[in-house]
């Protein structure tokens, strides 16, 4: 099963940028798209960035011109690029791996972001 590992996120005031991180390690091979989703108390966990396996990339429209999604060359690291970050951008930021049939999702735990006025 692949295992994630998120990091990067913290506090910072808007307008500022962060950079998550999202590690992946096992069969790498078995990933078909990768993803950040964010998470707000009360909320339904919402898509925020995807790319797939041959670098399609699709954004939530709020984020699209401030946020960039990115993996490195072995495909085994996702990033999330966040500048101009606004205070509805607070939230748990979760990477997903969407695994080709039949395996199942897997999701990394969470890093809190929480943009500041």
């Known amino acids: 099963q692949v295992r994630l590992a998120e990091s990067g996120g913290g506090l910072v005031q808007a307008g500022g940028s962060l950079r998550l991180s999202c590690a992946a390690s096992?069969?790498?091979?078995?990933?078909?798209?990768m993803a950040w989703y964010r998470q707000t108390p009360g909320n339904e966990r919402e898509l925020v960035a995807s790319?797939?396996?041959?670098?399609?990339?699709n954004y939530e429209e709020s984020v699209k011109g401030r946020f960039t999604i990115s993996r490195n060359n072995a495909k085994d690291t996702l990033y999330l690029q966040m500048n101009n970050l606004k205070p509805e951008d607070t939230a748990v930021y979760y990477c997903?791996?969407?695994?080709?049939?039949?395996?199942?999702?897997?999701w990394g735990q969470g890093t809190q972001v929480t943009v500041s006025l």
């Open positions: 997903n791996a969407d695994l080709f049939w039949p395996l199942k999702d897997s």
């Open positions: 790319i797939t396996s041959s670098g399609g990339i």
């Open positions: 096992g069969p790498i091979s078995t990933i078909k798209t």
